[in-house]
């Protein structure tokens, strides 16, 4: 089973796909990257992550933020990083990983 559960849903300014669970390594990075591939197929490249309910994120799945954000540049797209709890946070502030992302709280 998978640690990490996507919804999907469009807003005014593009798709959000919401994220439960932890973006670690192994299934949970491969659910991520197959959903932003797949949107990114489908011409939707302005993409919102909801980190609401996402409770751990490990240095897996830094990358594959790292690597969602070059997709969505390499089409030309927005990616979002929206509402990551404090410690997600604290974790892309020391990562200095704020400099690269966009993130609304």
Not at 10 to 24: A, H, K
Not at 69 to 91: H, Y
Request: proline fraction near 1%; charged fraction near 30%; charge should be negative.
């Amino acid at each position: 089973m998978s640690t990490l559960e996507i919804a999907e849903r469009d807003n005014s300014e593009g798709t959000v796909l919401d994220l439960t669970g932890d973006i670690i390594f192994g299934e949970a990075n491969t659910v991520l990257r197959t959903a932003i591939r797949n949107r990114l197929r489908e011409g939707k490249s302005d993409i919102r992550l909801n980190l609401d309910h996402v409770g751990y994120l490990d240095s897996s799945g830094i990358g594959e933020l790292i690597s969602a954000l070059t997709a969505v540049n390499r089409e030309g797209g927005r990616l979002v990083l929206m509402n990551p709890g404090d410690r997600i946070m604290r974790l892309f502030e020391i990562a200095k990983l704020t400099e690269i992302f966009e993130i609304e709280r």
